[in-house]
């Protein structure tokens, strides 16, 4: 009983992915979750390119893991002296954390660990494949069954994608014996339904996206639950969901297929040469895929992995370039600027240059404005902007895509200079390059979008700017992954104009989001925490939850504390509205503390008689006549 408890419960934790036909896209689809069928496929092929030996590195980080139990280290023991790659199914149906810290880690996208265990996800996957090409000769037409239990609102999910596609995030174990399947769907209760999946394996099925196979024969399970197991990434039609008698199961017809949307295909195939599989180190597209999935951390640390091992000048000047980009988002600018200075130094000692070269530079100008724009040196800005269109445009054939991000962040540029017009016909110049050389749903489009919002909100028309806001979201929930951090910016960016338009309640749900992302992607001290702190709080001022909003008043001074310099103005503000917001409350005592810092600071910064000062005096001395 127990081990079938363990594995119900494994059963129970299999991520579905639901793609959607991406030739009906429209702004109102809230729900996309094609990109984790994406990024799963294109994190599939960079472990099976890796080819290094990690058998002592996942070793390590299990030990870690497991420090405080000792059966896994016991387990971990075993593994460390008796593993073969051809006995990986064995060790994957072992009651053990194994399969369960691999599926966690494939459900959730969880690069960090997939990386550290990745010998095994290749042995497992290439041990399946091995069975397939044995066993296929021997297809018939067959039908296998997989029993669990699923959450209304994953069963409703499935219920609303009747005749489409769904893909499987992990590892997938059926069974041919239907008996097996009914144990582990059990019955429905209130929170859960009972399912039972029939899967159809067409014998005419030829090529697949991952491996399945008999696993009867290296099974720690034996001839018992006669299983089959599928690799991760297996893609099935729905084709039918029925009940045939009230409080069984419900019946989920799938069929075995290796078909999923043009578009989508496009979109993969977009990325995959992108982030150049097969062509570059496996650690390399590994780190260009952490940055596009918005995981910017393991993406330094495979990048400086690969810097490593580059041996060509050319590939490190590449991977330099990346590494600033990456720092860049984080806003460690110190750092970005080492990095892009450093590359931009190499490319001058370059004998010999290529087109790409140019390219490559041009790129890197680009990286150096972003970071100029971010310490608002708006001339510098230009000035590096100006050089990376001019390199381009002295080639016979200019890199579009550098010429977008050049338009873009000029629109940017014109945009907080309040040159809408300039701003808007540099926007209009990105998006009809992107439009040209991308897939519909790319994420740098969505970006376009997202800018082209912003000047409608200044320009307080805020309709326009929703239509736009609401593309831009969209595209990006159905490329990126719904915890990138741009889609933070979607969502705080639609705060912002349903705030302007006095619709506070919904201002905030959306800010919570973005706020949530954050939370989980970016650094604690990150600055855009303090941008969305400040938009919680005047949100709850609005709203008159003045104790919500002195609880980020707080969070908003630490991070200022940290990151600003200890001249910074905001540090003053900040201390005289949190003393504006106790005494509000009739905190008098904090207040009085709050509103004195306010006075030291103003006095130390600008001098006892400046009219800050003055102004946070008088302040500190209402507040001490209401004690």
Request: hydrophobic letters at 35%; proline letters at 2%; one cysteine or more.
């Amino acid at each position: 009983m127990l081990r079938l408890n363990i594995r119900r419960t494994e059963q129970e934790t299999v991520s579905f992915n639901f793609i959607d036909d991406l030739s009906s896209f429209s702004s109102n689809q809230t729900n996309k979750q094609e990109a984790a069928f994406m990024y799963m496929q294109l994190l599939k092929d960079i472990f099976i390119e890796m080819k290094d030996d990690s058998k002592s590195e996942m070793i390590l980080f299990c030990r870690q893991q497991y420090a405080d139990n000792y059966y896994a280290l016991q387990f971990i023991n075993d593994f460390e002296q008796n593993y073969e790659s051809h006995q990986a199914i064995n060790w994957y149906t072992r009651e053990s954390f194994l399969y369960k810290i691999l599926n966690k880690a494939l459900r959730t996208q969880d690069i960090e660990v997939l990386y550290k265990i990745r010998i095994f996800i290749r042995n497992l996957h290439f041990h399946l494949l091995e069975c397939f090409h044995e066993q296929k000769n021997n297809s018939t037409t067959r039908l296998l069954y997989r029993g669990q239990r699923m959450s209304n609102s994953e069963f409703r999910k499935i219920q609303n994608n009747k005749g489409g596609l769904l893909s499987i995030s992990n590892f997938f174990s059926t069974t041919e014996d239907k008996s097996v399947a009914m144990i582990y769907a059990g019955i429905s209760n209130d929170d859960e339904i009972a399912m039972m999946f029939e899967i159809k394996i067409e014998s005419s099925l030829t090529e697949i996206t991952s491996p399945f196979a008999n696993i009867q024969e290296f099974s720690n399970f034996g001839q018992a639950e006669k299983e089959w197991l599928f690799s991760f990434g297996c893609v099935f039609r729905i084709v039918d969901i029925k009940q045939n008698i009230d409080n069984q199961p419900w019946y989920i017809h799938l069929v075995l297929t290796n078909e999923f949307d043009k578009q989508l295909k496009m979109m993969t195939e977009h990325f995959r040469s992108d982030i150049s599989i097969g062509l570059l180190l496996p650690i390399h597209s590994l780190g260009k895929l952490s940055y596009k999935m918005g995981i910017y951390m393991p993406a330094i640390e495979y990048y400086e992995m690969a810097l490593k091992s580059e041996s060509s000048w050319r590939g490190k000047i590449m991977i330099l370039k990346e590494i600033g980009q990456t720092y860049e988002r984080l806003a460690l600018f110190d750092n970005a600027l080492a990095c892009f200075s450093k590359a931009i130094t190499m490319h001058e000692k370059l004998n010999d240059k290529q087109t790409n070269d140019y390219h490559r530079l041009a790129a890197t100008y680009v990286g150096m404005a972003a970071i100029f724009t971010a310490k608002q040196d708006k001339n510098q800005s230009l000035n590096y902007l100006n050089e990376a269109l001019n390199t381009e445009i002295k080639l016979e054939q200019p890199n579009k895509e550098t010429l977008l991000n050049c338009y873009n962040d000029i629109g940017f540029i014109h945009f907080t200079e309040q040159k809408y017009d300039e701003s808007l016909f540099n926007y209009q110049k990105a998006l009809d390059i992107g439009i040209e050389i991308y897939p519909a749903t790319h994420p740098d489009i969505g970006t376009i979008y997202m800018n082209i919002g912003n000047v409608y909100q200044a320009q307080k028309r805020y309709e326009d700017a929703l239509e736009n806001m609401r593309k831009s979201l969209d595209i990006q929930l159905t490329s990126l992954p719904v915890d990138h951090p741009d889609v933070a910016r979607s969502f705080n960016n639609i705060s912002g104009i349903y705030h302007s338009m006095g619709h506070y309640e919904d201002a905030l749900t959306y800010c919570k989001n973005a706020l949530n992302i954050y939370m989980k992607r970016m650094p604690e001290n990150h600055p855009n925490r303090a941008v969305l702190y400040n938009n919680m709080i005047e949100l709850y001022d609005k709203l008159g939850q003045l104790n919500e909003s002195l609880d980020y008043q707080y969070k908003k001074l630490d991070i200022y504390l940290a990151t600003l310099q200890p001249d910074d103005a905001k540090i003053g503000i900040t201390y005289n509205t949190i003393a504006a917001t106790l005494a509000a409350l009739r905190r008098f005592d904090e207040a009085a503390e709050y509103a004195l810092k306010a006075v030291d600071f103003t006095t130390r910064v600008f001098g006892a008689n400046h009219p800050a000062t003055k102004t946070c005096a008088k302040n500190l001395e209402e507040i001490l006549n209401c004690q």
